[in-house]
């Protein structure tokens, strides 16, 4: 018998070679492990280090062949580890299906393993889910011989806040140790001692600081490596596992959510190799408690004698109905980045059919006219691979991230960078005002630009067609940017790609949260874009006139302009100026709350609708890539959960519209018959605002506003854009914080990197400033106290702050990156 696998590899039939499994020939790439061709005619070699992310090591020794000689020369004398054996052309690989050598090997191996190893399958928690159980029964012994006493250590170990470590039950397989070298290049655990002694270890002074630590839980092959969260919460037999789509970012991973008894108990990295592989951020491993405590709305409030009591949902339907009514088109719709493509079509579609209105915008954070004039022109109506994907990041020679900070803002496209570096020897150039720890771990080059001088940072760089270009959302607060991004990718044939940090941000563009935009990437104001939705809407005639964005809303309402505001999903320090947003909410003449728990909009609202969790509907998520990933219902208890769809399609009932679109299957089908607009990708200006070179705009400008270096560097020798004691603010926002999304994880949030103040030794010294001090960054509006880093890699005035600070955010201090403040030693926030 032959299998040639061709089809699997990809491989040209005269590239391959012929190999023999259990008398079985098999035709594999050279450089094949035996492993793997024994894996292509489903033969399962038991093992425990090996894994296909991972370099071979040969640490375990279960995976034990026999190599007899078939009289070409190739027989080995000894049983040969498969995870480490590259097949030789007419090699014989006998594994322990047909071959008494390699059975006796593997059951020596696991008789091994099995003398220290405590026999506590019961109180473990991969007891159910254990290779080490599977292999025990499959291929060794019934007993054991070994009537000695176990070796013993104290336990748990706090590898980190999130991660425990019982060192009696590892198996000394090295995954987790290969794994933060090659894959996280987090090396903080390491196989310390010899022989009988060598266990995992780690740096007592030092946690196990990655944002990447639950993986090292997932791929221990024993409950060596267990997690804060989840230790002794359930057996793995008791859980009902549902596949679905993270919401924390645009990364689109896959993932498996497990509940038991209708309660989320973890969540694991799912199998997704075009998207995450097998890999996940702890963020999107671990929080996913922030809706589930007392602060959870479960049943509607509207505001009587100025306070907010418990209604039922038809009296809070009427209580909505009236106050909308009563503004007639004087509407805002502020939607948010979370929800998925479904709900977010909804909101679009309430807010022009049910409520006459353009004023919508999904962006609840910094924005500016020139990102949406930059989404309407580049990014919207786009299709996978038209933009980049994971793979394309993975094979391009070059990756330029600009306003774009990987590790921090879009995990696991950090971890395909880090892959595109390691196997592939990519080069990375970040245009950023220092070297980050993210960055540094891709080895990438730095271009050391202050804050609003990106345009000219950019215009200097060179391309080609096997570059990608990567920019963040941070890029709309620094004008001149994405033009200038977009030029470089025009003029060099380099592949352009817009991330975004949250995972609904794509879908609401392309479901049409944008003052400018319609579904499909269709612009309001083109009237063959306003016929297509309309023929699909039931010939409902359109607003005409884009609206206003989510700023200008909560600045109309603050001035009696906007009459009432319908607020999705966000928080005031979400964006630039949180006492304004605070201020439009409190004036507003009436404003609908449609939330998921208590927040500081809740507390303003005239009426607040409850909608379901995100495990308790379906929907998709689309990520950066334009990629659809489902979100599918893990908890089934009760009926059809309140959706925000469903929300909308009762008030726009009580308003005498009928929606059209009450669950998600519905919603996805109108957006499939709208499809995306032909003439999306037609260059045009929205909103009055052109695209002109970036070469244009730095004309006259300071040219010596950036130097490249590659890491370490002592000396930057850069360039001084301010004037007196003010320096430039620099700032992205970290992974994990203390956002709302993040509550109720105390181990997640244990593990965040603590908040500082970042200068250059030039800047401090300029200051007056010591490292290690504390000091006060200080706008007009607030101030902030934070510890003092000097960083040797940062632009000279400048100081870089985390765009989420735990107690004062960028929202209340009012200012964005590029805006001066104040740096001083000591005082009070």
């Known amino acids: 018998m032959s299998v040639d696998t061709k089809a699997e590899t990809g491989v040209e039939k005269s590239d391959l070679i012929s190999v023999f499994i259990d008398g079985t020939e098999v035709k594999v790439p050279k450089g094949t492990l035996a492993i793997r061709a024994a894996e292509m005619i489903g033969v399962a070699i038991p093992r425990f280090c090996d894994h296909p992310l991972l370099d071979p090591v040969g640490a375990c020794r279960q995976c034990l062949v026999e190599v007899p000689d078939a009289g070409n020369g190739r027989g080995m004398p000894k049983p040969q580890a498969s995870c480490t054996l590259e097949v030789?052309?007419?090699?014989?690989?006998?594994?322990?299906?047909?071959?008494?050598?390699?059975?006796?090997?593997?059951?020596?191996?696991?008789?091994?393993?099995?003398?220290?190893?405590?026999?506590?399958?019961?109180?473990?928690?991969?007891?159910?889910e254990c290779p080490l159980q599977n292999q025990a029964m499959a291929n060794g012994p019934s007993e054991s011989r070994y009537l000695g006493v176990k070796r013993t250590y104290p336990k748990p170990v706090s590898v980190s806040a999130q991660v425990l470590l019982?060192?009696?039950?590892?198996?000394?397989?090295a995954r987790c140790t290969r794994f933060s070298e090659q894959i996280s290049g987090d090396p903080f655990i390491t196989l310390v001692e010899r022989g009988a002694l060598q266990q995992v270890g780690f740096y007592e002074d030092e946690p196990y600081d990655s944002y990447f630590s639950g993986n090292v839980i997932q791929i221990c092959p024993v409950g060596a490596l267990t997690s804060s969260d989840y230790r002794f919460q359930s057996r793995p037999f008791d859980l009902v596992s549902t596949t679905t789509t993270c919401e924390h970012c645009a990364a689109g991973c896959e993932l498996?959510?497990?509940?038991?008894?209708?309660?989320?108990?973890?969540r694991l990295a799912g199998n997704a190799p075009e998207v995450n592989e097998e890999w996940n951020c702890d963020r999107g491993r671990f929080?996913?408690?922030?809706?589930?405590?007392?602060?959870?709305?479960?049943?509607?409030?509207?505001?009587?004698?100025?306070?907010l009591r418990v209604?039922?949902?038809?009296?809070?339907?009427?209580?909505?109905?009236?106050?909308?009514?009563?503004?007639?088109?004087?509407?805002?719709v502020v939607a948010g980045g979370r929800l998925t493509l479904e709900n977010a079509y909804g909101y679009s579609?309430?807010?022009?059919?049910?409520?006459?209105?353009?004023?919508?915008?999904?962006?609840?954070?910094?924005?500016?006219?020139?990102?949406?004039?930059?989404?309407?022109?580049?990014?919207?109506?786009?299709?996978?691979?038209?933009?980049?994907?994971?793979?394309?990041?993975?094979?391009?020679?070059?990756v330029i991230c600009v306003a774009f900070e990987p590790e921090e803002e879009s995990p696991i496209v950090f971890l395909r960078l880090r892959k595109a570096v390691r196997k592939h020897g990519a080069s990375v150039v970040t245009v950023a005002p220092w070297l980050s720890n993210g960055a540094r771990k891709l080895d990438a080059a730095l271009i050391a630009?202050?804050?609003?001088?990106?345009?000219?940072?950019?215009?200097?760089l060179e391309a080609d067609a096997n570059s990608v270009i990567l920019v963040g959302e941070r890029a709309a607060t620094l004008p001149g940017t994405l033009p200038a991004v977009l030029d470089l990718a025009s003029r060099t044939g380099a592949t352009l790609a817009w991330i975004p940090r949250r995972a609904g941000e794509r879908g609401a563009l392309e479901a049409g949260c944008l003052p400018g935009?319609?579904?499909?990437?269709?612009?309001?104001?083109?009237?063959?874009?306003?016929?297509?939705?309309?023929?699909?809407?039931?010939?409902?005639?359109?607003?005409?006139?884009?609206?206003?964005?989510?700023?200008?809303?909560?600045?109309?309402?603050?001035?009696?302009?906007?009459?009432?505001?319908?607020?999705?999903?966000?928080?005031?320090?979400?964006?630039?100026?949180?006492k304004g947003v605070r201020a439009g909410i409190e004036r507003a003449g009436f404003v609908l709350s449609i939330e998921q728990r208590l927040s500081e909009v809740t507390e303003r609202a005239d009426v607040v609708l409850p909608v379901a969790l995100i495990e308790e509907q379906s929907g998709t998520f689309v990520n950066w890539e334009h990629r659809h990933g489902r979100v599918n219902r893990v908890i089934k208890q009760g009926g059809s959960p309140m959706t925000d769809l469903r929300a909308l399609a009762a008030l726009a009932d009580a308003l005498g519209v009928d929606l059209g679109v009450r669950l998600a299957k519905q919603a996805r089908a109108e957006l499939d018959e709208l499809g995306v607009w032909d003439g999306a990708r037609v260059p045009r200006p929205v909103g009055g605002v052109s695209f002109e070179s970036a070469d244009r705009r730095a004309e006259g400008a300071p040219r010596r506003l950036f130097e490249r270096h590659k890491h370490p560097v002592a000396d930057l020798g850069l360039a001084h854009g301010t004037t007196g004691d003010g320096v430039v603010l620099a700032s992205w926002r970290q992974l994990i914080d203390g956002s709302a999304s993040n509550d109720h994880a105390p181990a997640l949030r244990a593990t965040a990197k603590p908040a500082v103040a970042r200068i250059s030794p030039r800047t401090a010294e300029r200051l007056g400033l010591v490292d290690g001090e504390d000091v006060s960054v200080s706008s007009q509006r607030h101030a902030a106290v934070l510890p003092l880093v000097v960083e040797p890699t940062m632009v000279d005035d400048t100081v870089w702050v985390p765009g989420n600070l735990w107690s004062v955010g960028l929202g209340e201090l009012a200012v964005l990156p590029g805006d001066q403040v104040n740096v001083s030693a000591g005082g009070a926030a």
């Open 256 to 266: 498996r959510t497990d509940q038991r008894h209708f309660q989320v108990k973890r």
């Open 311 to 332: 209604a039922s949902w038809p009296e809070a339907i009427d209580a909505a109905v009236a106050g909308l009514k009563r503004a007639g088109n004087s509407v805002g």
């Open 517 to 578: 935009l319609l579904p499909g990437g269709r612009p309001v104001a083109e009237s063959a874009a306003r016929v297509d939705v309309s023929t699909v809407w039931g010939g409902a005639t359109l607003p005409q006139r884009p609206g206003l964005d989510a700023d200008s809303m909560f600045t109309a309402a603050a001035n009696g302009e906007l009459e009432a505001l319908v607020i999705a999903g966000v928080e005031p320090t979400d964006f630039t100026d949180a």
């Open 88 to 128: 030789a052309p007419g090699m014989r690989i006998d594994t322990q299906r047909t071959s008494e050598v390699a059975t006796k090997a593997q059951k020596g191996m696991i008789e091994l393993l099995l003398i220290n190893h405590p026999l506590d399958c019961p109180i473990c928690d991969k007891g159910g």
């Open 349 to 398: 579609k309430f807010a022009r059919l049910a409520l006459g209105t353009n004023n919508i915008d999904f962006r609840s954070r910094p924005h500016s006219e020139e990102e949406a004039a930059f989404l309407a022109h580049a990014v919207a109506g786009r299709r996978v691979g038209e933009d980049g994907t994971y793979r394309g990041l993975e094979e391009a020679k070059q």
């Open 166 to 173: 019982d060192r009696e039950r590892c198996v000394l397989c």
């Open 287 to 307: 929080a996913f408690r922030s809706g589930r405590g007392e602060d959870c709305l479960s049943r509607p409030l509207i505001r009587e004698n100025g306070v």
């Open 449 to 460: 630009t202050q804050p609003g001088r990106e345009p000219e940072a950019v215009a200097q």
